[in-house]
């Protein structure tokens, strides 16, 4: 494992896309596995600046993100697809036939999670998984306590996930309490991975999950068993560290 320290978010957010870029120009036609959450957004807004100053290309990238909420249509500002969008797709010259999240307005769960999990082995497979990580120590929404050997699947939100998430919504009532996610199983077959982690409220959980036991009560406890994996933080998401 890779430990990057930035001095602050901003660096951060730059030696994170440094990563991501070195990925798109070394594999133009890469698979790119992408998170959504507060803390990639500035490593969005950093690809799209070298993007605008022709730095890179995102003609052939294909992307697979991470998770979406369970009923949530692509044009909710809510959705992942919609954040995604925002702060990348709508922003870069990437083909949207070349993206990949799951289809929150799907009802049938299994049905989806085997269409996305087909997709991402068709497209041979995550070469650099984006991922942040949430209070709780889950990675996509892979939360405590679920099984390292699971595919993409659908889950229950826990409380404290809704409560962290409540602050994009109208009310806590109107978030979503299920979402689709990859599992960790699939998380784990990306060839690399790279996690952003950002701010002081990050630090417990970074070390838990870096420097702790291995165990499904901290989901990012299993990157530990990867053979490529970076972690940048800021000073103070690696405080403890
Ligand atoms: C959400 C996403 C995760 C993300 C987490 C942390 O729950 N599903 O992929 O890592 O939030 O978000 P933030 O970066 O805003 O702390």
């Known amino acids: 494992m890779r430990i990057y320290r930035a001095k602050d978010y901003y660096d951060m957010s730059r030696k994170a896309a440094n990563i991501i870029s070195a990925q ?68 870069v010259n990437i083909d949207f036939q070349n993206v990949n999240i799951p289809n929150g307005m799907e009802t049938d769960a299994d049905k989806e999670c085997a269409r996305y999990e087909a997709k991402i082995k068709a497209l041979g497979g995550v070469d650099l998984q984006l991922l942040g990580i949430g209070h709780n120590g889950h990675i996509g929404f892979n939360e405590p306590n679920g099984q390292f050997d699971r595919t993409t699947h659908c889950v229950n939100l826990t409380q404290s996930t809704i409560e962290a998430n409540k602050r994009f919504f109208a009310s806590e009532e109107d978030v979503p309490r299920q979402a689709y996610t990859m599992g960790i199983k699939t998380i784990m077959q990306a060839n690399k991975i790279l996690m952003v982690a950002s701010g002081e409220d990050k630090a417990e959980i970074v070390k838990r999950a870096f420097f702790g036991p291995i165990t499904p009560e901290v989901p990012a406890s299993v990157l530990q068993l990867h053979n490529d994996v970076t972690l940048v933080g800021d000073e103070a998401a690696l405080s403890l560290i």
């Open 24 to 91: 798109v120009i070394m594999k133009p036609d890469c698979v790119l596995g992408l998170a959504t959450g507060s803390t990639p957004v500035g490593t969005y807004a950093q690809l799209v600046e070298w993007y605008k100053k022709g730095d890179l290309d995102f003609s052939e990238v294909k992307t697979v993100n991470l998770d979406e909420y369970k009923g949530l249509d692509q044009s909710n500002d809510q959705s992942y697809f919609y954040f995604m969008a925002e702060h990348l797709f709508d922003k």
